[in-house]
């Protein structure tokens, strides 16, 4: 692959204006689990390996948008832990002179093994997607029985020590909506920010209906039920999470993409 860094700098912006200061690589297609919102279980073609990006690759493809106004890369997948090399992959990326943030979002059944290698690497902050403390919804709605894994990925990573923990929790209508307060409690328990997202639809396959979401409005007004008054921070600026704290101090964010759609926000 032919890539060619820019010979100059000059900041890349949106069609809004905004500058790009943030870049999402994707550093392998597969998976682990099969969550119901996300992906069929079977049938589902991957990538050959030949046409992944490899490390070289992906370190070049980074270091360019750095040239151009990016300064926080988040790896993603799939899910990135599948990837064999990723220690190495990190430790090259955070060597990079322009990048001043990085992140990982995971599902954490592997992240045991690998928080304390990520974390010397470079990795500074790390997101996990959690839908449900109990094993039998997890089960239910990953397809896989790995749930007792999550949760001790995500215990190693709170006590290796990143800059940041966030939990990515998408809420369902009658499946996981009675979770609200025992995800958050669980966040604080292990030093991590929750975030409450509007179950979106991201394809036919998922089956998605509107019926299923509970809106932001909703999730608020039922923390408030139980924990008394919420504040609304300010400062979003364009972040997808709006975020709110509690009388204690406890912050929480919530990804409304359905009830008030934030792509057009400056």
Request: one cysteine or more; hydrophobic letters at 45%.
């Amino acid at each position: 692959m032919a890539l060619e860094t820019p010979a100059k700098t000059e900041l890349v912006r949106d069609l809004l204006g905004r500058p790009l200061a943030s870049l999402r690589v994707s550093v392998i297609d597969r998976c682990d689990l099969r969550c119901q919102y996300c992906m069929p279980e079977e049938h589902y073609t991957w990538l050959p390996s030949k046409d992944i990006l490899n490390a070289s690759e992906i370190e070049r493809v980074v270091d360019a948008f750095c040239q151009v106004g990016v300064r926080s890369v988040r790896l993603t997948g799939g899910e990135p832990l599948l990837r064999a090399t990723l220690p190495a992959l990190v430790a090259r990326l955070a060597a990079l002179p322009l990048v001043e943030d990085l992140a990982m979002t995971t599902n954490a059944t592997r992240l045991a093994r690998w928080a304390e290698p990520l974390r010397v690497a470079g990795l500074q902050r790390i997101t996990v997607s959690l839908d449900s403390l109990d094993p039998t919804r997890f089960a239910a709605l990953t397809r896989r029985s790995t749930h007792a894994k999550a949760l001790e990925g995500i215990r190693a990573a709170a006590a290796t020590g990143f800059d940041a923990l966030k939990l990515n929790v998408v809420v369902m209508r009658d499946f996981n909506d009675d979770e609200l307060v025992d995800l958050l409690e669980f966040g604080r328990e292990v030093g991590a920010e929750v975030r409450f997202i509007e179950y979106m639809d991201v394809g036919g396959a998922t089956q998605w209906s509107m019926q299923k979401v509970v809106s932001q409005a909703e999730i608020l007004a039922r923390l408030t039920a139980h924990y008394g008054p919420i504040e609304t921070e300010a400062g979003r600026g364009s972040a997808p999470a709006a975020r709110f704290r509690l009388s204690d101090g406890t912050r929480f964010g919530i990804v409304a993409s359905v009830s008030e759609p934030f792509c057009g926000d400056l």
